[in-house]
């Protein structure tokens, strides 16, 4: 559910959000390690992209939320 709806919505049940197969693989580090070995990827390599990711996401957040500012 979008973060939106829940603002209409009172219900707390209505806020869970089931997931399908799909989405449990993808939270499983094992899965998602044997399909990079599958692709000739190096699984440590992977999870560094992936927080570098979540580090610039933070970072734009910060930003945007006035916590930090551009210097100019």
């Known amino acids: 559910m ?3 709806e829940r ?3 009172a219900e707390k049940e209505t806020h869970v959000e089931k ?3 799909y989405y449990a693989l993808l939270e499983n580090e ?3 390690d044997k ?3 599958e ?3 190096d699984p440590s390599d992977a999870h560094i992209v992936n927080g570098q990711v979540a ?3 933070r970072l734009l957040a910060a930003y945007r939320s006035g916590e930090i ?3 100019v």
């Open 19 to 21: 997931k399908n197969p």
């Open 7 to 9: 603002y209409f919505l």
């Open 2 to 4: 979008a973060t939106f």
């Open 30 to 32: 094992k899965v998602i």
């Open 55 to 57: 580090d610039l996401e």
């Open 39 to 41: 692709f000739g990827l």
């Open 69 to 71: 500012i551009e210097k």
């Open 35 to 37: 399909i990079l070995i």
